[in-house]
């Protein structure tokens, strides 16, 4: 479709085929579903069915009908059953692990969908340091989120006024459990699990409990619910961090110097096996208490929620350095494929010098966490017997951090070679024993501290006059108002600890005295699909640490030694404030066999960034404070702030006030007693990243590449439509398709702009500063289009059998033809379940096929296609007491990454086989 379409003439065709409709219509029909009380499985299915089959807009949904008992192990794992859902196992530049974290609907990007709890925005953070800064979105992370805590999911794909904007193609509503709706006065739910990764090969406890209480007239009830759980993370990979194109001429490569037809073709710039290891506590509780009145005429319930995951981890990274041959030395065979360089032998020296060609990082991150909390009060008042008001109020705060990163490189291993075997590729050095490391020696050294900090302050009150005249049925509308903080601050700190001793005391140290120990046999056993692949070491993280710590001026030391002015990273630290004010007005409609609804939501939106802007070296302040130097000149605008170890810098005051009118119009019309067409339209709207209106920049000096941002971006606007038919042909059953079209009026896209900054790598080697001239990949607005469709069918099969199926297919692509982010062309589950006899088993197959995750040090990336398989099994061995084995990715599926083409590998990963083993009781 290439058109563009007001959604306001769309939404008045609409209207009016509505009414017309309504009048064609015959006689009544009702949208009530008889209550069929059946088991686990199978409620929880009826449920989702009456949540989509009453509503007047397209959705779809998961229930859990006691602790625990959602689908899967994790909200978003769960949330991928649904037709047009998919996830992603990381936020960004981290890779892919075994739980899922962001979720996407129906092609867009994780950071396009709202997920709210109870209808308002949860404050996240993340573990990983690279997403604390670099890659900051909006949406909460599921890996603070315990299936635990949900009653049902809901998954809006059409938009109406009253619900909260921020979803381009949808929203996602995670409802916890009402004291009030407990089926008795006192309830207590536990289960008590033993997880297992078959990587790790460790049993880590997982321990939730419930205690509910409602009074006997059913006007006061509490819930309190706790949760700890532990899991143990063992990923091995292969990680290809970028390509880059072979150059020439003065400040080319010696490379395409010496061999002319390898100019502009791609080669690796670091070629690593990666081990990554972790130990995950998440431990928090959620509770809330409710009330109302005797006469039903006033209700309150306040809620409260928090979670906290330890993420402690070590991240060992064994690479071949192809940026440093390819720069510094000339292959002696190589291999080109569709414009890549996919094999090549380089000799240990090039004109009588040595050129190292491995490098060794040791990264370890104690004491590296997450953590979200909110209260939050609802109250509902009827003030008339025709006009009812609802409030809600509410803060909520996340925090992810990293107290230190004490890390350690060495370098060396003179003439080296690669070339592809299986899924990525085979590293041999002709120098090094990586059993023996004779000749890798002390390089670099650094520490870092990150912290982010997102709160929300958030109010707002809703009505709804029954107004029941004639088509009318209701009005409802509403006022909100929110105060959005996002600040992150972030210490680095690196020195050489080679030849030049720039922070080491003492003579060059040999990468042997670091006391190296072996990669697990289960890395080169095969998992990765990479025949051969060198089997590498890893460094004592207790004697790497000992050695930090020894260093004279320590970069590690206190934390405090890195909390200083000199070591601010500007780059990566900056503050957003955002204040909405929102107000809707929405009129509810009907007839014979017809209703839906129609309204608008406006938006106002003031945005603050206060962004970080490098400043030539003229403004070096002469004391290392704020003191302006004589000669330089901050733009007007800019609050100079002094000098660090990355330069000069000011303060640039961003703002930006938008208004935004969103239309939206939902229609539902029961052409026969069990089957509904539903028509919809709506402008949406989300806001952009807080690190891309953020500024902040991240940068790998070894490549001299990094991403950035872009404070000037618009918000994301779209006009949706949506068709569909829905058939409820028996209980427990249904098939339905839809057809649906976004146009992206504004999109964000991303591309590569070259700029100077402070490279550190060079600058301590050097004894001086030194600029260097990167690739940054920073986002820019663009339009776009998708469209799509999506089909499924639920089926009860007979003697406790039964299947859902689900597939969606899209084609999305910016305004240059360029894939959107996030946009699988297809996505699809097949489930199978049985329950009866208190036996209940269900194997779930998804599959994602690949797509465009971005920019990734200034290059394209995507995910391939992937597919898991995976099983739960339970036994009510009485009917307060049941058993349950959970099994997620039982065929054990790689995660893999690549470039611009397939053949240009970027990432391998094995995340392993999960299991978990319990016990389940509820009373």
């Known amino acids: 479709?290439?058109?563009?379409?007001?959604?306001?003439?769309?939404?008045?065709?609409?209207?009016?085929?509505?009414?017309?409709?309504?009048?064609?219509?015959?006689?009544?029909?009702?949208?009530?579903?008889?209550?069929?009380?059946?088991?686990?499985?199978?409620?929880?299915?009826?449920?989702?069915?009456?949540?989509?089959?009453?509503?007047?807009?397209?959705?779809?949904?998961?229930?859990?009908?006691?602790?625990?008992?959602?689908?899967?192990?994790?909200?978003?794992?769960?949330?991928?059953?649904?037709?047009?859902v998919a996830i992603q196992g990381a936020a960004g530049g981290e890779g892919g692990f075994d739980e899922a974290d962001r979720v996407s609907i129906r092609g867009t990007s994780p950071s396009l969908t709202n997920v709210t709890v109870d209808g308002h925005n949860v404050a996240t953070g993340d573990w990983f340091i690279l997403d604390q800064y670099s890659v900051v979105g909006r949406s909460v992370s599921f890996d603070l989120l315990p299936s635990e805590m949900v009653q049902q999911v809901v998954v809006s794909k059409t938009q109406d006024a009253s619900i909260l904007e921020g979803g381009v193609?949808?929203?996602?509503?995670?409802?916890?459990?009402?004291?009030?709706?407990l089926n008795k006065m006192f309830t207590f739910e536990a289960s008590a699990e033993a997880a297992y990764n078959t990587n790790g090969g460790q049993w880590k406890p997982q321990v939730n409990g419930l205690i509910g209480w409602k009074s006997a007239d059913g006007t006061l009830g509490v819930i309190l619910q706790g949760f700890y759980e532990e899991r143990s993370v063992v990923r091995y990979g292969q990680e290809v961090l970028g390509w880059q194109p072979i150059t020439n001429g003065p400040n080319g490569m010696a490379t395409g110097n010496a061999i002319p037809s390898l100019v502009g073709d791609a080669s690796p710039t670091l070629i690593g096996s990666s081990l990554f290891e972790q130990e995950r506590k998440r431990a928090g509780f959620t509770g809330s208490v409710e009330w109302k009145s005797s006469d039903d005429r006033a209700e309150l319930k306040l809620s409260g929620f928090y979670s906290h995951l330890s993420a402690s981890n070590d991240n060992d990274n064994y690479m071949l350095w192809g940026s440093h041959e390819f720069a510094d030395n000339v292959?002696?065979?190589?291999?080109?494929?569709?414009?890549?360089?996919?094999?090549?032998?380089?000799?240990?020296?090039?004109?009588?010098?040595?050129?190292?060609?491995?490098?060794?990082?040791?990264?370890?991150?104690?004491?590296?966490?997450?953590?979200?909390?909110?209260?939050?009060?609802?109250?509902?008042?009827?003030?008339?017997?025709?006009?009812t008001i609802k409030t809600q109020i509410g803060y909520t705060q996340g925090?992810?951090?990293?107290?230190?990163?004490?890390?350690?490189?060495?370098?060396?291993?003179?003439?080296?070679?690669?070339?592809?075997?299986?899924?990525?590729?085979?590293?041999?050095?002709?120098?090094?024993?990586?059993?023996?490391?004779?000749?890798?020696?002390?390089?670099?050294?650094?520490?870092?501290?990150?912290?982010?900090?997102?709160?929300?302050?958030?109010?707002?009150?809703?009505?709804?006059?029954?107004?029941?005249?004639?088509?009318?049925?209701?009005?409802?509308?509403g006022a909100r108002v929110a105060n959005h903080k996002r600040q992150v601050d972030g210490w680095d700190r690196g020195c050489t600890l080679g030849a030049n001793n720039a922070c080491y005391g003492s003579p060059t140290m040999p990468f042997a005295e670091t006391n190296p120990t072996p990669y697990p046999g289960g890395y080169n056993a095969g998992a990765?699909?990479?025949?051969?692949?060198?089997?590498?070491?890893?460094?004592?993280?207790?004697?790497?640490?000992?050695?930090?710590?020894?260093?004279?001026?320590?970069?590690?030391?206190?934390?405090?030694?890195?909390?200083?002015?000199?070591?601010?990273?500007?780059?990566?630290?900056?503050?957003?404030?955002?204040?909405?004010?929102?107000?809707?007005?929405m009129a509810h409609v009907g007839g014979d066999r017809w209703r839906g609804n129609f309204g608008v939501r406006i938006a106002d939106t003031d945005e603050n960034a206060y962004v970080n802007v490098g400043l030539p070296s003229d403004c070096v302040s002469p004391d290392g404070t704020n003191t302006i130097p004589t000669g330089c000149l901050v733009p007007a605008g800019q609050t100079y702030q002094g000098t660090s170890a990355y330069g000069p810098y000011a303060i640039d005051h961003v703002s930006h006030n938008y208004l935004d009118f969103l239309p939206s119009m939902n229609f539902s019309f029961d052409i026969?007693?069990?089957?509904?067409?539903?028509?919809?339209?709506?402008?949406?709207?989300?806001?952009?990243?807080?690190?891309s209106l953020g500024g902040t920049v991240s940068l790998t000096d070894l490549t001299t590449t990094g991403s950035g941002g872009n404070p000037n971006l618009k918000p994301i606007k779209a006009a949706v439509y949506d068709v569909g038919l829905e058939y409820y042909y028996a209980p427990q059953s249904l098939a339905a398709i839809s057809f649906f079209y976004d146009d992206l009026s504004s999109y964000v896209g991303y591309g590569v702009n070259t700029e100077s900054y402070v490279?550190?790598?060079?600058?301590?080697?050097?004894?001086?500063?030194?600029?260097?001239?990167?690739?940054?990949?920073?986002?820019?607005?663009?339009?776009?289009?998708?469209?799509?469709?999506?089909?499924?069918?639920?089926?009860?099969?007979?003697?406790?059998?039964?299947?859902?199926?689900?597939?969606?297919?899209?084609?999305?692509?910016?305004?240059?033809?360029?894939?959107?982010?996030?946009?699988?062309?297809?996505?699809?589950?097949?489930?199978?379940?049985?329950?009866?006899?208190?036996?209940?088993?269900?194997?779930?197959?998804?599959y994602r096929s690949h797509f465009y995750v971005g920019l990734d040090r200034a290059a394209p990336e995507s995910q391939a296609n992937y597919g898991t398989l995976d099983a739960s099994a339970a036994y009510a061995i009485t009917k307060n007491i049941?058993?349950?084995?959970?099994?997620m990715n039982i065929t054990d599926n790689l995660l893999k990454y690549y470039g611009a083409i397939p053949i240009q590998v970027r990432a391998v990963y094995n995340n392993g086989t999960q299991v978990f083993m319990g016990v389940k009781v509820k009373f």
Do not use: C
């Open 399 to 477: 925090i992810g951090e990293t107290p230190e990163q004490p890390s350690f490189e060495v370098d060396g291993g003179p003439g080296v070679s690669y070339t592809p075997s299986g899924n990525g590729f085979q590293v041999t050095d002709q120098t090094v024993n990586p059993q023996s490391p004779v000749g890798m020696a002390n390089d670099w050294s650094w520490n870092a501290r990150f912290i982010s900090k997102d709160t929300e302050f958030y109010a707002k009150a809703d009505g709804q006059w029954d107004v029941s005249d004639g088509v009318f049925k209701d009005v409802d509308f």
């Open 169 to 181: 193609s949808g929203a996602v509503d995670i409802q916890t459990r009402n004291p009030l709706d």
């Open 331 to 387: 292959p002696t065979s190589y291999t080109v494929q569709q414009g890549t360089i996919t094999s090549a032998t380089f000799p240990q020296t090039y004109n009588g010098a040595p050129v190292d060609g491995l490098i060794v990082d040791n990264i370890t991150r104690p004491g590296e966490y997450a953590e979200t909390w909110f209260v939050n009060l609802d109250g509902k008042f009827r003030v008339t017997d025709r006009i």
């Open 882 to 887: 049941s058993i349950t084995v959970d099994a």
């Open 759 to 846: 490279n550190q790598l060079l600058s301590s080697q050097n004894g001086k500063t030194v600029y260097s001239d990167y690739n940054i990949s920073s986002p820019f607005n663009i339009s776009g289009e998708l469209e799509g469709i999506e089909v499924q069918v639920q089926q009860p099969i007979g003697w406790g059998f039964g299947f859902q199926a689900n597939g969606t297919y899209v084609d999305g692509h910016d305004a240059t033809g360029a894939p959107l982010i996030g946009t699988s062309r297809w996505v699809g589950n097949l489930v199978g379940y049985y329950e009866n006899h208190g036996i209940s088993l269900r194997l779930a197959y998804t």
């Open 672 to 691: 026969t007693h069990n089957l509904m067409l539903r028509m919809s339209a709506a402008e949406t709207m989300s806001r952009p990243d807080y690190s």
């Open 528 to 585: 990765l699909g990479i025949p051969g692949l060198l089997i590498p070491i890893a460094g004592n993280p207790a004697t790497i640490g000992q050695i930090i710590n020894n260093i004279p001026g320590g970069v590690r030391g206190p934390i405090s030694a890195i909390v200083q002015p000199t070591n601010y990273y500007w780059q990566g630290s900056f503050k957003v404030e955002e204040t909405d004010v929102e107000g809707y007005i």
């Open 1 to 84: 479709m290439k058109f563009r379409t007001s959604v306001l003439i769309g939404s008045a065709s609409l209207a009016a085929l509505s009414l017309a409709a309504g009048s064609a219509l015959a006689a009544d029909s009702s949208t009530t579903v008889e209550e069929v009380v059946v088991p686990g499985i199978r409620q929880s299915l009826e449920k989702a069915i009456q949540i989509k089959r009453v509503s007047e807009n397209s959705v779809d949904a998961i229930s859990a009908t006691d602790i625990g008992k959602l689908p899967d192990k994790n909200v978003a794992d769960a949330l991928q059953r649904l037709p047009g």
